[in-house]
């Protein structure tokens, strides 16, 4: 039987960026027929790159991907490449073009549109039903499915039916925590039944809330897992097929849960800076837990000398929280600028004294401090250009802890689905894996607070975060109803009371900016619950 050698070109493509995205295609394609590749496979829809969401409404916006699809075909050469695109036929298909010699071989239209969690295909999309074709490639019989048509076994099994040797199924799988070891569970099972090698490519890159992950994969007739790019970076894996079987391989080290967290974030927030055409950005420093991880992220992410932080003291800012701000940044390399806010908060206090007169404090006092704040950033974002994180984590943004138009202001919101206690645990793998203190022990060690009044602390409007953060997690990710919580064994007033603060807060929700998504079910795409809703949980 002959050998096929295929590379499988794990790319960062932009939405909307068609020019640029088939430069990279090409590009790939002639790294790839430079190793010897006889099949090159791209991600699904790089043209267009994804998801293009309501360009694809645009008759203009297909026309144009169809160009630039064709393009590319005019330079392949030999090798044969797999190309994801959208068909404009008797209806608009998420389709993969099989081309070679400067002409399309044929095109295979997806099957299964997945319309759940972040995904909408079904928007925009006709699902075929018809049998897709079946190529030859020096010699091998190649399937070609896309994406979702692997989570049933239906369409790589009729591929083989049609004869194929081999099944390539080309995606744009969006990351969440535990998603990869997911899909080399089912591409397992997949070839197992096919008994066929399967080669699965996937996009990289962030682009809005969402990180695609890479981490393309082949596997064997026999379920045996044969290749595996990197993680979170553009890649070309090359393996050579000789069906069932594959010759050994690169099988890269997947990552660990937290760091691969972690590795999302920089990604994400990265991708969203650079792409949005940005090249700074300025966070709030706090002294703080959450806006050290930002800080750290960020640099991580843009580089030091890219990250400008900005220090706020106020009447109630402790000066171990001012002094471990300044050690945070130092230790990082990054810009700071002090901006204290006690005149700001003086005069807003003398302008309201006369609306309330009369009235107890309460918590629009303690708010005035962070809109202000909100107020500096922003300033400082539009006289510079450079684009404002916030630092708001899940378990905020959950329960509402958080103020609208301060601390919520701002442009990308990198951990807003990272709950607290996540938050520490990336914090400390971090100061583990780099082995020092990047994340001050200061930092790590004081109780959480937003010092907006003498001696705050989080839990005098929250519960622990090791007992919020289970019960968040059951009602927004697993949504599990309040009884189905205490059935659980959690506490019956902690359920009420979560769900209640979960509830009444979505209208926040849709006011934050966008953030990078890390669990199967993040605010955002994910979860659009009503804002009115009457629904008792």
Not at 305 to 326: F, I, K, Q, T, W
Request: glycine fraction near 8%.
């Amino acid at each position: 039987m002959a050998r096929l050698r295929v590379g499988v070109a794990q790319i960062n493509a932009v939405v909307g960026d068609l020019d640029g995205n088939a430069q990279r295609v090409l590009d790939a394609y002639d790294a790839a027929v430079r190793e010897g590749c006889e099949l090159v496979v791209f991600p699904e829809l790089v043209i267009t790159g994804y998801p293009p969401e309501d360009l694809l409404l645009r008759p203009a916006f297909v026309a144009a991907a169809a160009e630039t699809l064709a393009k590319v075909v005019a330079r392949t050469g030999d090798a044969a490449a797999v190309i994801g695109f959208p068909e404009q036929a008797d209806r608009l298909y998420n389709a993969a073009a099989v081309c070679a010699n400067g002409r399309v071989l044929g095109v295979y239209r997806k099957h299964l549109l997945p319309n759940y969690a972040v995904f909408d295909e079904q928007r925009y999309f006709t699902a075929s039903s018809e049998p897709g074709p079946v190529f030859d490639v020096a010699g091998v019989r190649v399937g070609v499915t896309i994406c979702e048509d692997a989570w049933e076994p239906e369409p790589i099994l009729a591929c083989v039916a049609q004869g194929a040797e081999v099944v390539v199924n080309i995606n744009a799988s969006p990351y969440y925590a535990g998603r990869l070891v997911e899909r080399e569970a089912l591409l397992a099972t997949r070839a197992r039944q096919a008994g066929v090698p399967i080669v699965y490519g996937n996009l990289v890159g962030g682009q809005d809330e969402l990180v695609f992950d890479g981490g393309s994969l082949v596997f064997d007739g026999s379920g045996n897992l044969a290749a595996r790019a990197t993680q979170f970076r553009e890649d070309l894996l090359v393996v050579d097929l000789d069906p069932p079987a594959v010759a050994p391989a690169r099988i890269e080290a997947a990552l660990d849960p937290v760091p691969e967290v972690y590795e999302a974030l920089v990604l994400g927030t990265r991708d969203y800076v650079r792409k949005n055409g940005f090249t700074d950005v300025v966070i709030a420093l706090s002294g703080g837990i959450d806006s050290a991880l930002v800080a750290a992220i960020a640099v991580d992410a843009l580089g030091p000398e890219h990250v400008n932080g900005v220090l706020m003291p106020s009447r109630y800012s402790s000066a171990g929280s001012v002094d471990d701000a300044v050690v945070l940044a130092e230790g990082l390399g990054i810009r700071t600028f002090t901006v204290p806010i006690e005149r700001a908060h003086a005069a807003f206090e003398e302008m309201l004294a006369p609306v309330f007169e009369g009235v107890g404090e309460n918590v629009a006092e303690e708010n005035v401090q962070s809109r202000i704040r909100g107020n500096v950033l922003m300033t400082i974002s539009n006289k510079f250009n450079w684009l404002v994180l916030t630092t708001g984590n899940k378990s905020e943004m959950a329960t509402g802890y958080a103020t609208l138009y301060g601390d919520m202001a701002g442009g990308f919101a990198v951990i807003k689905d990272v709950p607290k206690t996540l938050v520490y645990a990336l914090c400390r793998d971090l100061n583990a894996r780099a082995g020092r203190a990047v994340i001050p022990e200061a930092i790590l060690d004081k109780p959480p607070s937003a010092e907006l009044r003498p001696d705050q602390k989080d839990t005098d409007s929250l519960p622990e975060y090791e007992l919020l953060d289970p019960v968040i997690e059951g009602y927004v990710e697993g949504d599990e109803s309040v009884a189905e919580l205490v059935a659980r064994g959690f506490d019956p007033e902690l359920a009420r009371r979560v769900a209640r603060m979960v509830d009444r807060n979505e209208y926040k929700r849709r006011q934050a900016p966008p953030g990078v998504r890390v669990s199967h079910k993040a605010f955002g795409k994910d979860r659009r619950p009503p804002i009115t809703n009457r629904w008792p949980g």
